[in-house]
C-alpha cells in the first residue's frame, strides 16, 4: 500500500498492521504529534469522509494500493469554525432586526445553529 500524506509520498514499511484501522491509528498518532488532524481521506481514487470509515476500516491492508490522506493544522479548523460562528451570529442578529414577527420554523433553524454554536 502506497500511503500519501499532502501529496506526499510517505516511506513507511507496514509492521504487524493488518486492516485499515490499524494503518490509521498509526496516521492519527503521527498527526497529533505535528498538530494535524485529518480533513479528506481517499482510498484507491474513491473519498470518504472520516465519519464514514468504520464500514471499511476492517478491510486488510493487502486489498488496499493507495491511501491519500489530505492533513490540515488544528488551529486551521479552530479559526475556520471561529469564523463560521461570527458569521452565523451576525445573520441571525440581522434576522432578528429585520423581522417583527418570527414563524416557528426560524426559531427552530435558529435553536438548532446555536446549539451547534455551543457544541463546536
Given at each position: 500500500?502506497?500511503?500519501?500524506?499532502?501529496?506526499?509520498?510517505?516511506?513507511?514499511t507496514?509492521?504487524?498492521?493488518?486492516?485499515?484501522?490499524?494503518?490509521?491509528e498509526?496516521?492519527?498518532?503521527?498527526?497529533?504529534?505535528?498538530?494535524?488532524?485529518?480533513?479528506?481521506?481517499?482510498?484507491?481514487?474513491?473519498?470518504?469522509?472520516?465519519?464514514?470509515?468504520?464500514?471499511?476500516?476492517?478491510?486488510?491492508v493487502?486489498e488496499?494500493?493507495?491511501?491519500?490522506?489530505?492533513?490540515?493544522?488544528?488551529?486551521?479548523?479552530?479559526?475556520?469554525?471561529?469564523?463560521?460562528?461570527?458569521?452565523?451570529?451576525?445573520?441571525?442578529?440581522?434576522?432578528?432586526?429585520?423581522?417583527?414577527?418570527?414563524?416557528?420554523?426560524?426559531?427552530?433553524?435558529?435553536?438548532?445553529?446555536?446549539?451547534?454554536?455551543?457544541?463546536v
Amino acid at each position: 500500500m502506497e500511503i500519501y500524506i499532502n501529496g506526499e509520498k510517505i516511506s513507511y514499511t507496514l509492521q504487524n498492521e493488518k486492516t485499515l484501522n490499524d494503518v490509521f491509528e498509526f496516521i492519527i498518532a503521527f498527526l497529533d504529534k505535528n498538530d494535524l488532524y485529518i480533513d479528506t481521506i481517499k482510498i484507491d481514487d474513491t473519498q470518504y469522509s472520516f465519519e464514514n470509515l468504520d464500514s471499511i476500516k476492517s478491510k486488510s491492508v493487502d486489498e488496499i494500493k493507495k491511501l491519500e490522506i489530505q492533513a490540515a493544522f488544528k488551529q486551521e479548523l479552530v479559526s475556520q469554525t471561529v469564523e463560521n460562528i461570527i458569521s452565523y451570529l451576525t445573520n441571525v442578529v440581522n434576522y432578528i432586526k429585520d423581522n417583527e414577527k418570527y414563524d416557528q420554523e426560524n426559531i427552530d433553524k435558529i435553536k438548532e445553529g446555536l446549539s451547534w454554536c455551543t457544541s463546536v
